[in-house]
Structure formats: C-alpha cells, structure tokens
C-alpha cells in the first residue's frame, strides 16, 4: 500500500494557527484497526524501505513529467506487515470491503482478496488504473461507483480502481487513498493528464463535509487485531486531544513536497540532534520511524543499539532501555516529546514480527539516503499512534497535538 514525497525551506512557527472544525460523537467518523499480518512478515525493516524506494522514486518521476516508473522499483514483494484498516462500502446495495488506509497515496481501489461486486450503481470508464507500492502494486480498470465510509458519509461516482491484477495484499481488499490529490495524476490511461477526486475532495465538494480536512487518531497497543484508531472527515475530534493543535504548512522541498510533507528537526535527550532542520513526510503507510541514514547513525549511536537481522530493526538491553531518552520533534516551532516508551515495538508482539520473546526492538530505521536530499525522514504510525494528526487540504498543512498516548508506557 505505498507512494512518497518529501520538504521545504525553514519553517518559522506556525502553531496553534487558526481553529479546526471540531466534530464530536458525529456520524463523520470511521472506526480503524491494527493488524500485524503474522503469515507473511519476514523483515519489518525491508517492507518500509520498498515503500519509502517507490514513493520517492514515483514523486521525482512526477516532477521531472514521467508518470510510469513501475520498473524504477525492482523488490521482491511481501504482504503489508503492519497495516491499519477500515470497512467501506462500495456500491448499493453496499459490499464491505477491508481497505487499507493510506496517506502516502490518494487512489481508491478494491479487488485484492475480495472480487469487486457490481450494482446498479455502478458505472465501468474507458481507463486503466495502476499504482506501484513498493511492497505491492495493482492494476485494473476504473469504474465510478457509490462509496459508503459510514452512515452519512456516502460518495455518489467516486472514482474507484477495480483490481484484475494486485501483489502484496493478500488479506485485505485494497487501499483507501487519503494522500494529496496529485499523487493520482498518471493512475490513469489513457487520460495519464487527469486528476482523480480522492474521498475526502469529493466529501467536501458533494458538501457532506464542512471543510476539506480528515483527523487520525491512533493509539498503542499490544494486540494482534484491535480497533484502536479514528478518522474524522470534515474536521477532528477533541476528545482524543489533551493540548492545541500545532498546524505546519506542506512543505515546498521536493519530493517531500507531493506528499504531506512537512520539515522537523529531531533531537535525542537534553542536547543531540539527531537530524537537523529537513523535509520529509508523514505516512500511514509505513509502519516504522525512518530517517535519513546520518541521523540514523546518531540515533544508533547515542542509543547503543545493535542491529537485529531477523527483524530488520535495532535492539538495545534492558539497561539501555533503562537509560533511553526521549526524542523531541520540533514541528512548526512546537516541540512534541517522542518517549522512551513510544521508541519502542511492543514487546508482547515480538514473535508476530519474527522477533524473540523478551527482546526489546526500537521503532527507528535507516532510510538508507542521506540527510539534504529532499527526503529525509517518513514518521510512520508508530510516530502517529502518540499523537493526534489532520491533514488539511484547503490550508495546505499538516497539524499535531498531544493525546493521552503520547505518554502512555504501552510498547
């Protein structure tokens, strides 16, 4: 389920700027849930990476006007190890597909494990539709349809792909695509030139929505399959806050920038920094905190982690994890404290990743490029299961706010 981007020239501050819609006990939310796909995952680390390879090589392809780069990405492909997943309805009578949701991409498509199901409403079109991940792809035709996210929340001739041919999601039906809506141009042929409406557009043109906005709550947790996240269209939710919303704007330093990228600065402790001032991207669709391979030489370092092979992932004792700082992230000119805690994969889920029971494995991972380039750091969900995220179409930024997990010693 991946596509990529990345920054932007300093950020001066920019927190708290300007009041989201607030949208409480509403029909506009769409419960998540976590699975760890314990059939398939053979080295957390690699299934990050092919996607971080895809999304970035298919956004430096879109800025130099090349829209097919499925043979930049040559990987062996694995089924999505760590995926958080919501049930739409497509067509009416409505058949509920499991979708995965994505930021870091913006086409909507079903037919992966679940066979497409055609209903008076829906409407086949003269294109193809394809998007490579990284770590899985699809192909298949474009039809409009009737998309139902909950009750309220219903899309008449949203745009959908319809799978004849997909790798890499073998046990979900497809992806909910949430990303910005140019990561669609070139999905289609033969109209490579069109833009494809995600939900969220078509939410808050159809006026079903209020604002062109979703919020996403996640939260930890040490379950295999739980229903521990929400998103909420048209604006966010305040009783998944504990402090203000910090808004930064999309940053302009490519290929961050065909994202929802943003710039941060990244520091361990009282006094290292770990990465200076530079763009990268927020994505749902990547599981782990990746960072440019200096930073990530100073995390090792100041850790004394070790690397994992089984996992892919880093691994400090238990008197490292006793000694283990916390990470700011300053965003916007807020600072949000990343905990020792939150640094780390849930133990009690170590063997669902082919890790050892007792371990203790940290969340961070080499991006495997150097800091500068436009790309230097994805905050995955384990960064966004501490804290509250919208992104805003029509302002054109992405916020953070503190929640009750951001403290929370679950790991």
Do not use: C
């Not at 474009?142 to 997909?166: H, K, N, R």
């Not at 380039?373 to 384990?382: H, L, P, Q, V």
């Amino acid at each position: 389920m991946f596509p990529a981007s990345l920054l932007t020239t300093l950020l001066l501050a920019l927190a708290v700027s300007g009041n989201p819609v607030v949208v409480r006990n509403s029909p506009v939310t769409l419960p998540l849930s976590r699975r760890v796909n314990t059939t398939s995952v053979h080295n957390l680390l690699r299934h990050d990476l092919s996607r971080a390879k895809a999304l970035r090589a298919r956004a430096e392809a879109k800025i130099a006007g090349q829209f097919h780069v499925d043979a930049v990405i040559n990987e062996q492909v694995d089924n999505q190890a760590v995926t958080y997943i919501a049930s739409v309805g497509v067509g009416s009578p409505a058949t509920q597909y499991q979708l995965l949701i994505d930021t870091g991409s913006s086409n909507t498509w079903v037919g992966a494990t679940r066979s497409y199901v055609r209903t008076g409403t829906s409407v086949q079109t003269s294109n193809r539709v394809s998007v490579t991940y990284g770590s899985g792809s699809f192909s298949g035709t474009e039809f409009t349809d009737t998309v139902t996210l909950a009750s309220g929340l219903v899309i008449s001739g949203q745009s959908i792909g319809v799978a004849s041919t997909s790798t890499g999601f073998e046990g979900t039906d497809g992806i909910l695509g949430i990303g910005p809506v140019d990561l669609t141009l070139g999905t289609l042929s033969p109209a490579t030139n069109s833009l494809v409406p995600t939900v969220t557009d078509n939410l808050f043109s159809h006026g079903t929505i209020s604002a062109n906005e979703i919020g996403i709550s996640f939260s930890p947790t040490t379950s295999l399959d739980s229903l521990n996240g929400e998103l909420t269209w048209g604006g966010t939710d305040s009783s998944k806050l504990t402090g203000s919303i910090g808004f930064t704007p999309v940053t302009n330093i490519a290929p961050a920038s065909e994202f929802w990228g943003i710039t941060q600065t990244i520091r361990y402790g009282a006094s290292t920094t770990i990465l200076s001032t530079n763009a990268g991207i927020v994505d749902t669709g990547t599981t782990l905190l990746l960072l440019a391979s200096d930073a990530f030489a100073r995390y090792r370092s100041a850790t004394g982690a070790v690397p994992d092979n089984t996992t892919g992932l880093l691994r400090i004792t238990a008197a490292q994890f006793a000694n283990l700082q916390s990470l700011f992230f300053t965003i916007g000119g807020v600072s949000y404290e990343f905990t020792a805690n939150a640094q780390l994969w849930p133990r009690a889920l170590n063997t669902a990743i082919g890790g050892t029971s007792g371990n203790i494995y940290l969340i961070v991972g080499n991006l495997g490029t150097p800091s500068g380039e436009g790309f230097d750091f994805i905050n995955g969900f384990a960064f966004l299961e501490r804290f509250y995220s919208v992104f805003d179409t029509a302002g054109h930024r992405v916020g953070f706010a503190n929640t009750a997990s951001t403290h929370s010693t679950i790991n």
